[in-house]
C-alpha cells in the first residue's frame, strides 16, 4: 500500500474532526481504527481509565514514552491544566512526522514538545534539555521490554518523586512481564492493575498504576 497506516489515520483525522476540537480527534481515530483497520492507539476503552487516572492526579509535567500517532498525547494534553507540560517521546520518525500533524490539528501543540530518539538515550537528558526536574506523570506505551530498564533509568536521573504516578499500557497484551515483577515487588511503588481490553478488541488487557514512594 502507498500510504503508511499512521497516514491513512492522520487522513481519517483530517476528513472526520474538527480542527482545533480534541474530542473529534479522539473519536475520529477510534472510529477509523474500530472499523477500518485496527492501530496501536490505547484506545477508547484504556483510554477512559488513563482520563480518570490523570483527572485524578492533574500533572504539571508529565512524560508519555511512546506517541506512536499522537492518540494518548492528545488524550492526556486535553486534560491538562494551564500551564502544565507534556513531553512525548517517539522512536520512529514517521511516526513522529504524523503525531505533529495529529497533535496540531487538535491544537494541543502549545502543551506538548515531541523528542524523537530512543528512550534509554533522551531519559538521562530530560534535566538538562527540558529544565525538568521531576515528573508528576509517565504513561509508558513504548517497547515492552524497556519499561522496566526505563523505570530503573527515571529512578536513577532523579526524575521520580513521592508520588508519582506511572501508568504502563499493554501489561497483559503483549504483555511486560518484568516491568509488573518489579513494580509489585518493590518497597518503592504501589501498584494496582485496571482490568480492560486490547484496543479495539475483546482480548484481555489493562493498564498497571505504581505510584512512586519515594
Ligand atoms: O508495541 C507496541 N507499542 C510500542 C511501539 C513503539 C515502539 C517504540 C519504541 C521506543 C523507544 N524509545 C522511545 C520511544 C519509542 S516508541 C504495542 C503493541 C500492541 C499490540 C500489537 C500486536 C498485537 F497483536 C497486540 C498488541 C498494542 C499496543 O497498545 C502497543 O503499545
Ligand atoms: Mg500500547
Not at 509535567?61 to 494534553?77: F, K
Not at 504513561?139 to 519499561?147: A, Q, S
Request: hydrophobic share 35%; glycine share 8%.
Amino acid at each position: 500500500t502507498r500510504t503508511s497506516r499512521p497516514q491513512r489515520i492522520l487522513k481519517a483525522v483530517q476528513k472526520n474532526a474538527t480542527k482545533g476540537d480534541p474530542e473529534s480527534v479522539i473519536s475520529a481515530i477510534d472510529h477509523y481504527c474500530r472499523h477500518k483497520e485496527w492501530a496501536m492507539n490505547v484506545g477508547d476503552d484504556k483510554g477512559l481509565i488513563l482520563d480518570s487516572v490523570l483527572t485524578e492526579v492533574n500533572p504539571s509535567t508529565a512524560l508519555e514514552l511512546g506517541t506512536y500517532c499522537g492518540y494518548s498525547t492528545v488524550r492526556i494534553a486535553r486534560l491538562l491544566s494551564p500551564g502544565s507540560k507534556l513531553i512525548t517521546v517517539e522512536f520512529n520518525p514517521a511516526f513522529a512526522a504524523v503525531a505533529r500533524q495529529i497533535i496540531a490539528y487538535a491544537g494541543l501543540q502549545d502543551k506538548i514538545t515531541l523528542v524523537e530518539g530512543p528512550s534509554g538515550d533522551l531519559i538521562p537528558k530530560m534535566k538538562e534539555r527540558f529544565g525538568i526536574k521531576s515528573f508528576d506523570f509517565v504513561f509508558l506505551d513504548h517497547w515492552k521490554d524497556r519499561y522496566e530498564p526505563d523505570t530503573k533509568l527515571l529512578e536513577d536521573c532523579g526524575l521520580l518523586k513521592k508520588g508519582t504516578v506511572l501508568l504502563a499500557d499493554n501489561v497483559i497484551c503483549p504483555g511486560t512481564p518484568e516491568y509488573l515483577k518489579y513494580v509489585r515487588n518493590s518497597p518503592r511503588y504501589e501498584s494496582r492493575y485496571y482490568k480492560s481490553n486490547l484496543e479495539y478488541s475483546k482480548v484481555e488487557d489493562g493498564l498497571e498504576k505504581s505510584v512512586f514512594l519515594g
